[in-house]
């Protein structure tokens, strides 16, 4: 079982920038697809972004367009979500997943609020 740690999480102010990292235990991310998702209470997780294991192909939820960016660097395992300008709606628990399977991190709290 490959293990996901995701860290970067904490509490900012609106319009400040966070990187959140997740990191895997073997060289997965050079074959899998990588996504992460948000968690909101009450609501369902959703697809934040996504890269593909060449880093060619990404794509974002409409909201998060031109304020976030995913990025991979293959040979530290690991798959960034740079988040910039954000908004109290970001908050949430973050979760990296390897696309396709059922492998998760444990996720990592963000928290937008003035």
């Known amino acids: 079982q490959v293990q996901l740690v995701e860290s970067g999480g904490g509490l900012v102010q609106p319009g400040e920038s966070m990187r959140l990292s997740c990191t895997a235990s073997?060289?997965?991310?050079?074959?899998?697809?990588v996504a992460w998702y948000r968690q909101t209470p009450g609501k369902q997780r959703e697809l934040v972004a996504s890269?593909?294991?060449?880093?060619?192909?990404?794509t974002y939820l409409d909201s998060e367009k031109g304020r976030f960016t995913i990025s991979k660097v293959g040979t530290k395992n690991t798959v960034y979500l740079q988040m910039n300008d954000l908004k109290p709606e970001d908050t949430g628990v973050y979760y990296c997943?390897?696309?396709?399977?059922?492998?998760w991190g444990q996720g990592t709290q963000v928290t937008v609020s003035s």
């Open positions: 997943n390897i696309v396709g399977t059922g492998n």
């Open positions: 073997t060289t997965i991310f050079n074959t899998y697809a």
């Open positions: 890269i593909s294991s060449g880093g060619s192909r990404i």
